[in-house]
């Protein structure tokens, strides 16, 4: 059976292709941030804060141990739109979401898994890259800065039997 790892599994476009994919018949380990989220019975889910060093470690372990085909990023941090510019504790947690996260979570699946079997990557990132605004902008710039982190992961996919890839979406069901 095949396997996949969907990051950000708890509710919205993750939890829609955790579900497909066990649909299409595919082993999927789903992880959020909630504890126990509505839908998230069809696959093993793993709870962990991404903006934690911690929880990123913890996740890291996990993903490595499963060794899953394909990986999905879907995790991300909107902030609360509360202030503009937010606070710096919210701007540091988007860009560990957004940026950091899946940076380290990919790098170490990437260079410490077994070459044997061909890995997919896909990373899930916004048009809004294009045209932030003062509401948007600390959103944008994490988003900005995955696409440039996810081209020096297609770098390190040159030596390994992987390839990484970036989706990049408009709006959608919000
Ligand atoms: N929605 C759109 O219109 C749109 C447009 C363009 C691109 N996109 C992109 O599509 C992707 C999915 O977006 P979406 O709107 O479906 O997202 P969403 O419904 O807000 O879901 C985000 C996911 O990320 C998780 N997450 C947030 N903070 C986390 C944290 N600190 N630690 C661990 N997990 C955390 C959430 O977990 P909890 O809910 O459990 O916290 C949830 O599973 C994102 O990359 C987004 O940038 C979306």
Redesign the pocket.
């Known amino acids: 059976m095949k396997s996949a790892a969907v990051i950000?599994?708890?509710?919205?476009?993750?939890?829609y292709i955790a579900t497909a994919l066990v649909a299409e018949g595919w082993q999927v380990m789903g992880?959020?941030?909630?504890l126990l989220?509505q839908g998230s019975e069809a696959f093993d889910y793993v709870q962990?804060?991404?903006?934690e060093d911690t929880s990123v470690d913890r996740l890291s372990q996990i993903l490595r141990a499963a060794a899953p085909e394909l990986v999905v990023y879907?995790?991300?941090?909107?902030g609360s739109g509360e202030l503009s510019p937010p606070s710096f504790a919210e701007m540091d947690?988007m860009f560990r979401?957004n940026a950091l996260a899946p940076y380290r979570l990919i790098y170490d699946y990437l260079t410490t898994g077994s070459d044997e079997k061909f890995r997919s990557i896909v990373v899930?990132?916004?048009?809004?890259i294009y045209h932030a605004s003062l509401q948007t902008g600390v959103y944008a710039a994490s988003?900005a800065a995955l696409r440039v982190l996810t081209s020096t992961l297609a770098h390190t996919c040159k030596t390994k039997n992987a390839a990484v890839a970036t989706l990049l979406?408009?709006?959608?069901?919000?």
Not at 8 to 15: D, N
């Open positions: 950000g599994a708890s509710t919205g476009l993750g939890l992880a959020g941030r909630r989220p962990a804060d991404l903006a879907c995790a991300v941090a909107y947690a979401v899930v990132n916004s048009d809004s988003k979406l408009g709006p959608f069901g919000r």
